[in-house]
């Protein structure tokens, strides 16, 4: 069974009469890459923020490594974050900001900065002050000085925000092996579920303050593949001759919909079938719900 590093028990945070995350409950795996998903104003940020310390829960509770309450003091070391902006002295190189945060964390030596300057791709910036930097730039060296003393666990809010393509494509690729390699389980936030399902292991889906699903990488993956969709006017009927071909990986959606998962090549054995049996076929298709329906079908109103 999977060790459970952080957990929240009906996590709720109210600004005034505003209700920004009610009463949620996630739970994130060590080693995973669990990726927090939402439309702008879901709650992710304020959730990120309370589990960083960064804001007072206003009910419920949460656990770091099943440490809770004063007892997260212990453990808070073993957590970085970035949330929202980086914080950079913006009259400092890359290098130096990191220099300055390595020697409060008690780590020495240039070559360890040197490769968390490669790894995400700011090798090469010189002495150009971190002032002058683009957004994109600055989210590599705010995800850099996350990265500082190996966290246990690493929350990042939007990390991609402001990257070009090959920046987002870098920073995937560094996320992904910093967790493999270094066994860091990555809390990551975003509204950009297409983004997020490249590295994510798992995924909370969150509307409205509210976690509305929690789901692992292979379950999005089943619940977004090629299917055949049939519209049919008796699917009870059209089960029973589905099962007659040998077809038994069959959902029923609706009154008037059935959804296949094998056979995909048989469509025109399965229509004949269906309709010999006395079954009208209006429609008939291999089809698969995109990410992107998917996501807007789960946080519908």
Known sequence: MSEIILQTHELKKVYGKQVAVDGIDLKVERGSIYGLIGKNGAGKTTTLKMISGLAKPTSGSF?????????????????????????????????????????????????????LLERVGLANVGKKKAGHFSLGMKQRLGIAMAMVGEPDLLILDEPIN?????????????????????????????????????????????????????????????????????????????????ERLGITNYKVVDKETINISERLEDVAQINRALNEAGVLVSKIMVNNESLESFFLTTTAD
């Open 63 to 115: 656990s770091l490594f099943g440490k809770t309450g004063s007892e997260l003091a212990d453990v808070r070391g073993r957590v970085s974050c970035l949330i929202e902006e980086p914080g950079l002295y913006p009259n400092m190189t890359a290098f130096e900001n990191l220099k300055a945060k390595c020697l409060c964390y008690g780590v020495k030596g240039d070559a360890y900065i040197k490769e």
């Open 162 to 242: 402001g990257l070009d393509p090959e920046g987002i494509v870098e920073i995937r690729d560094t996320l992904t092996q910093f967790s493999k390699e270094k066994g860091v389980t990555i809390l990551i936030s975003s509204h950009i579920l297409e983004e997020l399902s490249k590295v994510a292991t798992h995924y909370g889906i969150m509307s409205k303050g509210r976690l509305v699903e929690q789901l692992t990488a292979e379950e999005l993956a089943d619940r977004c593949s090629l299917r055949i969709e049939a519209v049919v006017d008796r699917p009870e009927i059209a089960g029973t001759v589905l």
